[in-house]
């Protein structure tokens, strides 16, 4: 973890340097390492702003508060950091526990698919999907981070099931069923 300081309008202070590092220690176990913080720490008049900028693979959270006190501050604005952290890490642990649920295939037997001759076109796979309520925009993302060709999901405002699927031409088109 590689701290930067600044200090604006107050001395910096090595008991200060340590409370800030001491704090952003909880902050280590949320996030894989190597992670870069910038802690920018200044007096305007009366009001005591601390502000922390955290970049990190993938990650890349500020937050900022001011308070009476600097120590007070620091304490508020590394709690806002540590809520969009774990909120961060929810997402991503949602996002692969719903790839792996909707893309569960069944082959059909062998011998189901074998026994139809006469070179018709024939059903030789079944995909059980869990449809997920997401808007167009959510859906498009969740295509443009996986592999596949599309996503099917319940849309937000309609409640109507939706196809959202990748063309040839690199665009996106879309299915949408009535009730």
Do not use: C
């Not at 969740?142 to 031409?169: A, G, H, L, M, W």
């Amino acid at each position: 973890m590689q701290v930067t300081f600044t200090f604006r309008n107050v001395e910096a202070g090595d008991w200060l340097k340590d409370y800030v590092n001491k704090k952003l220690a909880k902050l280590e176990r949320y996030i894989d390492k190597p992670m870069e913080i910038q802690v920018i720490l200044a007096v305007e008049k009366f009001r005591n702003v601390a502000e922390i900028k955290l970049l990190a693979k993938g990650v890349n959270l500020t937050g900022k508060d001011e308070a009476k006190e600097l120590t007070l501050a620091v304490d508020k604005v590394i709690d806002k950091i540590e809520r969009q952290v774990k909120k961060h890490k929810e997402k991503v642990r949602s996002h692969k526990d719903a790839i792996t649920r909707e893309e569960s295939v069944e082959p059909l037997a062998s011998g189901d698919a074998d026994s139809i001759e006469g070179g018709q076109p024939r059903l030789v796979e079944i995909r059980k999907v869990v449809l997920n309520p997401m808007s167009v925009d959510d859906a498009v993302m969740e295509i443009e981070e996986s592999k596949s060709r599309f996503v099917i999901y319940r849309d937000i405002s309609s409640e109507n099931v939706s196809v959202i699927y990748r063309r040839d031409d690199g665009n996106y088109g879309m299915i949408e069923a009535s009730n």
